[in-house]
């Protein structure tokens, strides 16, 4: 089992939907959790970043973190056609040295049609 | 947010040679810069860890003879594909980390290496 699970999709949905992409993960260390945007041919972009349980909201996009059940979301709300990406979720722990060092999710690509 | 640039950002050679990927800092110092390499429709893989200073610290599985990394500064990583291979084409995105967010990275734009 990998230590984190992300759909690869992809995820078609239309323009105005409420979209919900979500990872698991095998890691109880972990603390915090990040969601990145990338683009084709980009690099990543960090959207969202929270640390234990609980919803972070920030415009359209709401984090949502569910330790106990090793579950994390991203909910975009009124998807526009530029929500179009790939969405990876990400999740550290701290290392020996007191570093962090993500572990990424293989992504969800969401495409939303006009 | 920081601002992570990386040069080129494409680059096609021959196999046998080496090519030289630049990652820098523009606007913050970075403690730690990460080495990712990613394929079509995969995710971030990482390569390797450096710290300003410091030897690289590389995940099981990448060959440290094969990609050099040198951290020479605070702004400035490196990282060397030596004696390139088709196999080694791939898409490779450098992030960064400075001391005030040590949980944040900031990633390149990243580099896209085609070996023929």
């Known amino acids: 089992q990998k230590e984190v699970e992300q759909d690869p999709g992809p995820l078609s949905v239309p323009e105005g939907a409420i979209v919900s992409l979500n990872c698991t993960y095998s890691?109880?260390?972990?603390?915090?959790f990040m969601w990145y945007r990338q683009y084709s041919r980009k690099g990543p972009e960090l959207l969202m970043y929270?640390?234990?349980?609980g919803n972070k909201e920030d415009g359209r996009f709401t984090a949502q973190v569910d330790k106990s059940s090793k579950y994390i979301s991203l909910f975009i709300r009124d998807s526009q056609p530029s929500d179009s990406a790939t969405y990876l979720c990400a999740m550290s722990a701290r290392q020996s040295g007191g570093s962090y060092i993500p572990t990424f999710g293989r992504g969800t690509s969401l495409i939303v049609h006009p | 947010g920081a601002v992570v640039s990386q040069h080129p950002s494409w680059v096609i050679c021959k196999s046998g040679t080496s090519v030289k990927i630049e990652c820098r800092s523009l606007d913050f110092q970075a403690t730690t810069m990460f080495w990712y390499r990613q394929f079509p429709k995969q995710s971030l893989m990482l390569m390797a860890t450096s710290n300003e200073g410091s030897k690289a610290t590389y995940e099981q599985g990448v060959e440290k003879d094969k990609f050099l990394i040198n951290h020479a500064s605070l702004t400035l990583s490196t990282l060397t594909v030596t004696s390139a291979h088709p196999e080694d084409s791939s898409f490779y995105i450098c992030s960064a980390s400075g001391e005030s967010r040590d949980n944040e990275q900031f990633f390149g734009p990243g580099t896209r290496l085609t070996v023929l």
């Open positions: 929270t640390y234990s349980s």
């Open positions: 890691n109880s260390a972990f603390q915090y």
